[in-house]
């Protein structure tokens, strides 16, 4: 599924769940107003604590901007990577920017893994603007528990930052 639009604003909570979605957006795109967000990706919610399945098993989405992408004050884009075979280039989502990506105060990007394969979001961009209070947010959004480099070995074990996770003691 793909949609292609001259630009876009959003100004309220706008999303695009579906597997292999493409936005090509060949101008500006903006995100403004309190609490506004653009979300790509994930046909559904996954509380990652407990893995509850993932229907994302395909590429995740793509969002091509010929302009810039700017998110105002409080705004956020959120895009949700699916599986990738792990081979070099690879990713599981792609933010491909012609201009420049800006961030004004309190405006987030949030790029979720997925929770079991580790496929990740691809940014490209001919420049980033990142004020104080604002940024990129990523915690909480790998993967899922009992999954991934450095999981515990079971319900009640730790992670090991890439090792083999502690037992519970």
Do not use: K
């Not at 949700?80 to 920017?97: Q, S």
Request: hydrophobic share 35%.
């Amino acid at each position: 599924t793909s949609w292609t639009t001259p630009s876009l604003t959003v100004n309220g909570w706008v999303r695009f769940p579906g597997e292999d979605f493409v936005l090509t957006v060949a101008g500006d795109v903006l995100v403004s107003g309190q609490h506004a967000r653009l979300e790509l990706g994930a046909e559904q919610w996954t509380n990652r604590a407990v893995f509850t399945g993932w229907c994302n098993p395909a590429n995740g989405p793509t969002l091509t901007v010929g302009g810039n992408l700017a998110l105002a004050s409080q705004g956020s884009l959120v895009i949700h990577a699916g599986e990738t075979n792990g081979t070099p280039g690879d990713w599981g989502a792609l933010l491909d920017v012609t201009g420049t990506v800006s961030l004004a105060a309190n405006s987030w990007i949030t790029p979720v893994s997925h929770p079991t394969n580790g496929g990740s979001l691809l940014i490209r961009c001919a420049s980033l603007l990142v004020p104080a209070n604002s940024g990129f947010s990523a915690s909480g959004r790998g993967y899922a528990a009992g999954y991934g480099p450095g999981r515990g070995l079971g319900a009640a074990q730790g992670g090991g930052h890439g090792g083999q996770g502690q037992t519970e003691s």
